[in-house]
């Protein structure tokens, strides 16, 4: 061996773990294995992004430093009332719902409608409000 090709490029982790990433999102997702990258970035009215729409409709619970809220880090994907550390209602608990694209874009529209007896508020949102902030979700 020569040593023309040095292991480093050999193994290609870093490819490898986008694969999966990727794999796993065709899966969870709308199923069409949408491209994150094209989905819309801003709100066709107000010009608002995904995350200033968070900071306006969800963080006052849910930001990081904040426990009125369960942390919504990695929720997309995640068992519905399955963090460890938040005392969520039984409602919430008892779902038997994941967080998939659908479901966080119901529970902002209509929280109850969704999970009858969950302790959270309407947000107030349009579709493409509730879409723009599920995009930010995505990638926390
Ligand atoms: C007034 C406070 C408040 C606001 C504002 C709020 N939430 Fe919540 N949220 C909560 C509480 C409390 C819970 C736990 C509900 C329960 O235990 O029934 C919750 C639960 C959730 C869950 C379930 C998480 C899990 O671990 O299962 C998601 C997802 C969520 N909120 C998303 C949002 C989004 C997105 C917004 C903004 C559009 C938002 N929330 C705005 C208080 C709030």
């Not at 963080?59 to 369960?70: E, F, V, Y």
């Not at 008892?94 to 209509?110: C, K």
Request: glycine share 8%; hydrophobic share 40%; charged share 20%.
């Amino acid at each position: 061996m020569g040593g023309v090709q040095s292991p480093r490029f050999v193994c290609c982790r870093p490819a490898a773990l986008v694969a999966t990433l990727a794999a796993v999102l065709a899966a969870t997702g709308c199923g069409d294995g949408e491209d994150l990258s094209k989905l819309r970035m801003t709100h066709s009215e107000s010009g608002l992004t995904g995350s200033e729409y968070f900071a306006q409709k969800c963080a006052q619970c849910h930001a990081a430093n904040l426990t009125i809220g369960p942390s919504l880090n990695n929720v997309y994907g995640r068992k519905a009332g399955s963090l460890s550390n938040f005392k969520y209602t039984d409602a919430i608990k008892q779902s038997d719902i994941s967080w998939t694209r659908e479901n966080l874009i119901q529970l902002m529209l209509d929280p109850q409608d969704l999970v009858e007896g969950i302790n959270m508020i309407e947000s107030n949102l349009d579709e493409e409000g509730a879409e723009l902030i599920v995009n930010y979700l995505e990638r926390l």
